[in-house]
Structures are given as structure tokens and as C-alpha cells.
């Protein structure tokens, strides 16, 4: 019996779950402290309309048994493939059905494509970025490289000529630091891909918070994308799905590596280990895809960027350095005093009682950064901003 | 760049996917025809009315500030949790709460359990079994090797001396034969798992059909067995959630390798590349535990029971040996005339218009064998069994 020694190389714990551990130990030896959330990206405002109208009538229909439905198809209903499609066609990009696989969200697809790849294949990273990627590239042994996010190039890094890599990494908007990646740039990322025979996957959680001219919201706006890359997608962060599951990953017909078509690889994939995503969620996609939804959840999101403009101005207002904010729900700011970021953590926590997510938990590069979230409720946002203006003007308790 | 080359040892496609194309060609060629289908293990009757209810006030609660909840604990709501202990208790099972981890079904559990697991242990499948099993070690590269289901065995293997495996996975009830261990049976598996220090992976998706005294409904009935296995279970049988998607698997915190915690393992695992299950399907499960979840769900089960009598008293009047239908929902038969499993299923669908699983499908000691599911409508069972009187009977067109 030999157990998967590979988890020798993870943390002890997922970030997520310290920043939860760390939060809920303050908040028991402090029971009268109100302690407000800006860690964890998940999101406040209710459903809209137009989703839970839909899910209600989706439970309706399982209650009867002439409209039940057992098993959905592995890869997703025709619904709700239709309907990513055409919301591609809003942004110019065409897709076969067959190229887009719904799941129940895109950190099960961030982990479960893991599969297609050998383990002794070379990942790249960006640092910071989103925990999972590491986790599961390390649980699959694979040997690990980081392509650095800094200040000066804007937390944006671009493609090293020397460094070989299989499997590349990319998240734009970028979670934690917010940066996005202009069309131009995502090029470059294409154009090394190719040449290297790499595989990029795009994680495109945050595209829905992109407003600038320019700024990509798929890879395949580049052209060869459909060559060389991935694109993961999720109903999360855009229609508020956190705990409702559905999310969805586009693999082209085009990609293929070694002759292999890696569409097919998946479709096999997830046709031996996944069966189908709940029908009520699949309902609930389709509705937030509406136009309908679309105008609803954009009153949401309106929302969510005017926190995040608060959060802004009040660093703004503090001279604190950050970026993000713009085309992203994160904002990504430099701990004061040179303070790394679980000492900022727990000076936040115990001084201001706000909890943010300390940049470390994000690689290397997130050492001496932390990422504040704009998806709270607008009352504990402001309440958040004036906590951390006078935790800044040293007049905390 | 290399791709996992262990994809290469699949079939070409996952064996309902198969089946479903083979159906689908017929039917579009013989649009006239009414084609029942008594193969994939998919449910027909509408979720139970207490079920219905609790995911109605789900969506309406998430239609709400005041009562939207997000990101769900990934290992599951407490909520659940807890209905799942008590469930275990009425068992005569105590478990403690952080060994159960809820999911969005057995299958993926199944599959994603795999990562525990070093790529070079050996795995022990019962043949014929649930392919999904087969797939995911094949994928991940492990060596196979099988423990026979026959006639004469009661297609119940027993472990032998002298093979030696490091996981085993073992599904009572099981798929597709019906047959189910007794107590000491399982006894058998649990003392020689530890013996080898092996794991056994113990799906008991179909533990509710279960109503013979001394046939075991929990690997953990069997003494020793919370330092040897893991069990995988659903709702989707029981509660008719195959489209509603939530199961979960227990780890008990005894179950120890190289002395590193299995369930530990499993809990890192999730939390990296998990983010909870449907908050709308949590209600449901945690509903169809409840008193009047089991009472309603116990009459929808009655209907099944009498669905695979209906099949037993066929067959039994044909002559045509089988097994299952007494504890599970499936009736696994032999073939007529000597007819291997594809030619039978192809002369049942042209000449009877009736689908069933071909028992090649569940591995090589399935061949000449035939699985027939008794989760179809009351109507379309009674039909199906006067069109196989009729196949047999040399009467159909």
C-alpha cells in the first residue's frame, strides 16, 4: 500500500480555511467584536429575478412525473450549452456545443483537468495567483515554476524566453492582484504557448468586472488561442452562484497535442467520473444568461464596483499603493511598515477587526501584499473603509 | 509537452455512452418505434413532496439578502451532516461528524478518491462491476487485476490467499449483478484488506434496496472496518437525486497508512479542488432524511420493488436464470442460446424494442450476461416483460 506521497508537499492547510480557522479563534476569545469579511471572494447580493424564477420552476418540474429529469447529460443540457454560446457570440468569439462542458464549478474543472496531463510535466505559474492551481499541480507531482507579478510590471508578467514549460497558468482578471491582461499581452502568452507546445488555462472567473477598451475577457479574442488553450468559466462571481454550483470550461476541437484531441480526453474524462450538474443550477445558468438576467445581474454587479471604488478611494485617500479594483471585484494593496502579510492579518483583525486575505497565501510574490474583496454588503464596505482609515491614523482601540 | 498517456488504455467510449448511441442510431432509423429503455440505472419517479419543499425554501431563500448564503462549507452544511449521522445511527453506527464529506455524488467521489493513491498500487476490482471504477485506475496508471463474479460464487468473490492488492473496491448491493454480501461475507474483505493493509473503497449506493436479515447496508456492520475502508454513498437511488446531484463518503479518523490520515487526506484534497455542493440540493438530502422524507421516499422504493417482482416473474416464467432484483434494483440475466452481450442487446433493441445494459460493459465476467433496471414506469416494465415473453416466445415482428 502506497499512499500518494505527493501531499507531503502541500501546506497543512488550504489558505482559505486559515484565514477561516485564524478569524473564528479571534471571534471566539471575542465574541463582542463584529468582525467584517473582505477575505474570501464570495459574493452577498440574493439571486436575481429572472434565476430564481427559473430554479423555482426547475424544482416544480422535479416534483411532477411527467416533466421529472434524472440524469443530466455529462456534459451539460443543450439549454444551457446554447446559451454559453451565444453569450460568446456577444463577444465575437464562435464555439462549437461540443466544445464547452458544464460542471459544477471551475475550481472542479481548475482541479479535475489536472488528469489530462503526465505528471512529469512542467507547470508555470503566475505568483501571486489563486491557491488551487498549486495545490493540485503538487498533489500530481509535477515540477513547478512561477512567473513573478511585481510592482513594476504591474502584477502582469509576460512570457520569459529560456524558462520551458507544458502547462501554463493564467488568470485575467487576476485573482488576488486584480491586474487584467490587455488583448496584446494575452498575445504574447499565445504566441510562447505555441512555440512551446504548451497548453495555457485561461481561468476567466473575473471576466464579467472587465469595462476597459482593450482588456481581454476570453483568450480566444487572441488568434491561435483555439490552438493552444483552455478557458475556464464560472457563474459565481457574475450571478452571484457561490452556493449554487455551475460553472463551465471550453476546450476547442483544434487543441491537440501528441495527435491527441484534448476535447475528447475530457469529454472521456468527465463522461467515467462526473455525472452531470444538478438540473435546478443548469436552469438557473441558462436564466442568468437571459437578457433578462444579464440587465438584473448588471445592477448587481454596479453594486459590487461601487464598493470596490470605495475601497479604492479610501486607500487612495491613506496613500496606500494597490492595484486592481478597476476591471476586477479585488483590491490588492501593500501592507504599511514593510509588515509581511499575516502579521498585517492579524493587526487588521485584532486592531480593526476586518479580515482581509494576507498576499503570501497567493505564492511568494504576495509576500508583503494583501487582497481585500468588494463583495461584502455596502454598510460593512464603508464601515471596512473607516475601521482601516483609522487603524492607518493609529486611532484603533 | 506529454499528455497522460494512461488515456490510451480507455475504451473508446464510457460504456452508457455507448449504449446510448447504439439506442439513439435505431431509434433515428426507426422513428415509428417505441423503445423502452431498462438500462442505465436512472430514476422515473418525481422527487418525494418533503423533498420538493425543502428545495423550494431553498431558492426562496436565496432570493433574499437576509437569507442568501454563499460558499458552502466545502465538506458539507452541518445540517446535512448531522441528518447523515443520525441516518448511521439508525444503522447502529456512530460516526463523528468531520468523517462525512458530502459531495455532488458517489461518482465523483469515486473517481476523485483516485489522488490518495500512489499511481504504482495495485488495484482489485470485482468483475463484473460498475465501470466507472475500472475507467479512473486506467487513467491514473495503476495495474488492475480482478476477482470473478460466477455463477457458481453467486457472483459474490471472495477474496483469494496469495493476490495481493492495495485498494479493492467492492460494491454491495451490487452493479450490475443485485447480488449482495451478508455480514460475514464482508467480514471476509475486511479481514483480509487488513491483512494486506489494503483500502477498500465500499460503494453502497444501492444500500437502501437492502431487506434480507443479515445482508449488510454499511461496510462499517463489519468489525474492523474503520481501519480499512471508505464508503461512498448517494441519494441518487434512494431519493431519486440523479439530476439533483449530492452523495457523500465516510473516512473514519482511524483509517491510518504510513501513518499519514486517510481522512485528513481527503479533507486537503476537497478543499483545494472542491467548493461545496448545491445549497438547494443540501436541503433536499438533509429533507429526504427526515421522518417524512423516508416515509414518502419508502413508497416510491415499494414501487420499484414491485418493478423488478415484475421482471423476476418474467424471467422466472421464461426459465431464464438470473440474480438480483431482491436486494437491489437491478436484475442481471443470461443470455439466450449462448448469445454474447452486445448480439443479445442488439436483437432485444431491433426485435423487442427494448434497451438493456450488455454485461461486457461491467468487464469480461459479464460476458453472455444482461442487466435489466427496475427504475423504469410501472407501464413500460409490464411492457417490457410481455415484449421479452414475446422475444422468447419466437412471437416478435
Not at 456545443?97 to 483537468?113: M, P, Q, T, W, Y
Not at 488561442?225 to 463551465?248: D, L, N, P, Q
Not at 435546478?280 to 433578462?292: D, F, N
Not at 502579510?341 to 511568494?364: M, R, Y
Request: net charge negative.
Amino acid at each position: 500500500m502506497r499512499l500518494n506521497g505527493n501531499f507531503s508537499r502541500l501546506k497543512n492547510s488550504y489558505l482559505f480555511t486559515e484565514v477561516g480557522r485564524r478569524t473564528a479563534a479571534y471571534s471566539s476569545a471575542h465574541p463582542e467584536r463584529r468582525i467584517i469579511r473582505l477575505s474570501v471572494g464570495d459574493v452577498t447580493l440574493p439571486l436575481v429575478p429572472a434565476v430564481i424564477h427559473a430554479m423555482r420552476q426547475a424544482v416544480d418540474e422535479l416534483s411532477r412525473a411527467e416533466t421529472f429529469r434524472g440524469y443530466a447529460p455529462e456534459h451539460g443540457y443543450d439549454f444551457l450549452l446554447d446559451a454559453v454560446r451565444s453569450d460568446y457570440v456577444r463577444k465575437g468569439i464562435s464555439l462549437f456545443r461540443d466544445e464547452i462542458f458544464v460542471s459544477d464549478g471551475a475550481k472542479s474543472d481548475c482541479g479535475n483537468l489536472s488528469a489530462l496531463f503526465s505528471a512529469d510535466s512542467t507547470v508555470l505559474l503566475p505568483d501571486p495567483v489563486y491557491p488551487a492551481y498549486l495545490d493540485v499541480n503538487l498533489m500530481a507531482g509535477r515540477k513547478v515554476l512561477y512567473s513573478r507579478g511585481t510592482e513594476e510590471n504591474g502584477f502582469l508578467p509576460a512570457p520569459e524566453r529560456g524558462v520551458h514549460a507544458d502547462i501554463i497558468y493564467l488568470c485575467s482578471p487576476n485573482n488576488p492582484t486584480g491586474a487584467a491582461y490587455s488583448k496584446e499581452q494575452l498575445g504574447e502568452w499565445v504566441d510562447y504557448a505555441i512555440g512551446q507546445g504548451a497548453v495555457i488555462l485561461f481561468d476567466a472567473a473575473y471576466e464579467s468586472f472587465v469595462r476597459d477598451e482593450g482588456v481581454a475577457r476570453s483568450i480566444y479574442e487572441v488568434e491561435g488561442a483555439r490552438t493552444c488553450a483552455i478557458e475556464i468559466c464560472s457563474f459565481s462571481k457574475t450571478a452571484g452562484f457561490t452556493g449554487v454550483r455551475c460553472g463551465y470550461t471550453v476546450i476547442p476541437r483544434e487543441l491537440e497535442r501528441e495527435g491527441v484531441s484534448l476535447n475528447r480526453m475530457w469529454a472521456r474524462r468527465q463522461s467515467a467520473t462526473y455525472n452531470g450538474t444538478s438540473y435546478v443550477s443548469q436552469r438557473g445558468a441558462e436564466a442568468a444568461l437571459s437578457e433578462e438576467g444579464r440587465r438584473q445581474i448588471s445592477l448587481s454587479a454596479e453594486r459590487y464596483r461601487a464598493n470596490a471604488a470605495a475601497i479604492m478611494r479610501c486607500l487612495g485617500g491613506l496613500g496606500v499603493p494597490y492595484t486592481g479594483g478597476r476591471n476586477s471585484p479585488y483590491i490588492w494593496m501593500k501592507c504599511p511598515h514593510g509588515l509581511d502579510s499575516w502579521t498585517f492579518f492579524g493587526e487588521l483583525l485584532e486592531q480593526a477587526n476586518v479580515v482581509g486575505t494576507p498576499g503570501v497565501g497567493f505564492g511568494e510574490g504576495g509576500e508583503g501584499y494583501f487582497r481585500l474583496s468588494s463583495f461584502g454588503t455596502e454598510a460593512d464596505t464603508l464601515e471596512a473603509c473607516e475601521r482601516l482609515s483609522a487603524y492607518y491614523n493609529g486611532k484603533v482601540r
